[in-house]
């Protein structure tokens, strides 16, 4: 029913080949047999992951919290704001741990199973490795996490360490916490959950799939969404071209790419019209779900941008926070700071005259809040510390109006 194939030269391997790359150091991706018979009718269920299974590369029970299904808010203020009719957000963040991650993880956990694997491993810059640690505990199998010393978000951290796993603090970044993690796991016969598996990618293409669906099987215009190691955007637009390929939808969204000022090699591609990215080998952001240098999936993403007629960006940490607090608490949607550089690039590409005004956005957002809180309480006004009397409360709340409204 499936196979694994090389992107770069289409050399073929056995789905239960535990593989990561071709032989040439190409990406694999997961491909159906053409003569695949899906429509609308064989999609049971609620709106989940696993709704979608028969275009899913799984065999038995899955392992599941029961992910995806995740709301499609409009957000007609910040929308009339930057100046568009039409903008969605996909929150992400109202997965079982709080990201999109847990969508490929509940795929890539089972397909583990499946393969008689012992031992699950990553490197993560937080998320993944907050995911991994739950779907292993689910799966009553063992999960080692790599992570960069330092950059990682204290909510992500502690979700990884209360849910079991091994985890490894490295000297280093997310690019060599991901090399590391690729030799360990070559070295221990460890499955390796990072974005290059396929099957990860797999479970996060049911993004497009609960997109269309949510919008009555229709087609968004473009989608935006921050691109760190570029497995997301790419298994997003994997989805809009097989629900395209089974005649559920005739168009596919412009997919747009956001990245961090500080680590956008996949951005800086796309603007000089390269055909590959040059690595940076110092990625800084404060959205360090989105620090990374070295995007594993660059080649599938440019594919996905410039085959899709999309584009990528970049914004400054600046945008981030703001576009953060603008959508907390003006849309009430409240979101990690890589999620927010999809509304920070929204605003920026309708300025920039590249999203026109009647275009249908939907913007992904793919982290919760309260992943990551800390920089939240650098930015907003501290809390007001005042006696315990109705007095104080009432000069408190009238007393300095101005200030009391200014982050508003
Ligand atoms: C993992 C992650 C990203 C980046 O996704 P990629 O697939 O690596 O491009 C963005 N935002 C959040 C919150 C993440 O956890
Ligand atoms: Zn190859």
């Known amino acids: 029913m499936y196979h694994l194939e090389c992107i770069e030269c289409h050399r073929k391997y056995p789905d239960n080949e535990i593989i990561y790359l071709c032989k040439c150091g190409g990406l694999l991706d997961v491909v159906y047999d053409s003569d695949l018979q899906v429509s609308k009718n064989d999609f049971k269920g609620p709106l989940s ?15 599941t919290l029961q992910e995806g299904g995740t709301k499609l808010y409009r957000i007609d203020r910040i ?37 008689g694997m012992k031992t699950v491993a990553c490197a993560s810059t937080g998320n993944t490795s907050a995911s991994l640690a739950v779907y292993g505990a689910r799966a009553g199998i063992p999960a080692v996490v790599i992570l960069p010393s330092g950059k990682v978000a204290l909510g992500k951290l502690a979700q990884a360490l209360i849910h079991g796993a091994k985890v490894l603090s490295i000297r280093g970044n997310f690019d060599e916490a991901l090399k590391l993690v690729c030799n360990l796991c070559e070295e221990e016969g460890f499955y390796l959950l990072n974005s290059v598996n396929p099957y990860r990618l797999e479970g996060q293409k049911t993004i497009a799939f609960e997109i269309v669906d949510q919008l009555g099987w229709e087609v ?106 603008e959508l907390a608490s003006v849309e009430g949607i409240g979101v990690e700071p890589a999620s927010a550089s999809s509304i920070a690039g929204l605003r920026k590409l309708v ?58």
Not at 49 to 63: D, F, N, Q, S, T
Not at 272 to 288: D, G, Q, V
Request: net charge negative.
């Open 351 to 408: 300025e920039m005259g590249v999203i026109e005004p009647d275009e249908r956005v939907v913007c992904v957002t793919t982290g919760h809040l309260l992943k990551d809180t800390q920089h939240v309480l650098d930015v907003c006004p501290k809390p007001v510390e005042i006696d315990a009397t109705i007095e104080a409360v009432r000069k408190a709340v009238f007393g300095n109006q101005e200030s009391w409204r200014s982050f508003i």
């Open 49 to 63: 992951v696993w709704k979608y299974r028969p275009l899913l590369p799984a065999k038995g029970e899955p392992v």
């Open 220 to 325: 968004p215009d473009r989608i935006v969404l921050p691109v760190g190691n570029a497995g997301n955007i790419s298994a997003i637009y994997k989805g809009f071209k097989e629900f395209k390929r089974i005649g559920i939808i005739d168009d596919i969204p412009k997919m747009t790419g956001i990245q961090a000022e500080g680590a956008s090699p996949i951005a800086l591609a796309v603007r000089e019209h390269a055909a590959s990215i040059t690595p940076e080998t110092m990625p800084e952001t404060l959205a360090t779900a989105i620090r990374i240098g070295n995007p594993v999936n660059a080649k599938k993403a440019l594919t996905a941008i410039n085959e899709s007629g999309g584009t990528a960006e970049t914004v400054t940490d600046e945008e981030i926070v703001n576009a953060q607090c």
């Open 79 to 115: 929308a009339k704001d930057v100046g568009i009719k039409d903008v969605y957000v996909k929150h992400e963040g109202m997965n079982p741990t709080g990201s999109f991650k847990d969508r490929g993880m509940t795929m890539g956990v089972t397909k583990a199973l499946e393969l």
